[in-house]
């Protein structure tokens, strides 16, 4: 995709569909076979006569989803909410096994992606780890906070941003409302 983004000849002869990650419905299908219809309830809401039908479908939905969940062991939930969204993580059996090719993906995007994005030194290639570790443990951050911490010019930290975002490791979230805070 990255090559595709990079190279307008390229771009104009292919087709790119995005796949985003796998849902949690998705995942019980794929990962125990576990079938788990989509409840299209705002839909239903809006094409009910009356409420009593609608609680009647909630009443039967309701059934349906307590026998699916039946089916699946407390631990599942946990498990994708990790990692379960990655497409990868159906094939192995082990947290540590998926941590680690994720660790890869995310080296091989930071360390060759990066740099075709936009021209980062490999000093500032390297700060890109330490940003991603200060976005994941805080709750709200500022341009002035993030470049006190890893020590480099607001200017350099807004060119690492934007790269990280064009190259899908960072997926930006609009303010609604107030002023917009990173």
Do not use: C
């Not at 360390?111 to 075709?116: P, R």
């Not at 994005?117 to 330490?130: G, H, Q, R, V, Y």
């Not at 200017?155 to 609009?174: G, M, W, Y």
């Amino acid at each position: 995709s990255l090559s595709l983004q990079l190279t307008p000849d390229l771009n104009r002869r292919s087709f790119v569909i995005k796949i985003p990650p796998m849902s949690y419905r998705e995942y019980l299908y794929l990962k125990h076979k576990i079938p788990y219809e989509e409840l299209p309830l705002i839909e239903k809401m809006s094409s009910s006569k009356n409420v009593e039908e609608l609680f009647k479908w909630i009443k039967l939905t309701e059934k349906k989803i307590k026998d699916v969940l039946l089916k699946i062991k407390p631990i599942e939930t946990n498990l994708y909410l990790k990692s379960g969204s990655l497409p990868f993580s159906l094939t192995f059996d082990e947290s540590e096994k998926i941590y680690q090719q994720t660790f890869k993906v995310l080296d091989k995007a930071i360390n060759d992606d990066l740099g075709k994005i936009e021209p980062l030194t490999k000093p500032i290639l390297d700060k890109a780890w330490n940003l991603l570790s200060l976005i994941s443990e805080s709750e709200k951050s500022s341009y002035d906070s993030m470049t006190n911490s890893l020590g480099i010019a607001k200017s350099t930290l807004i060119q690492l941003l934007d790269a990280l975002l064009k190259a899908e490791i960072l997926s930006a979230v609009r303010p609604y409302g107030s002023a917009s805070k990173m």
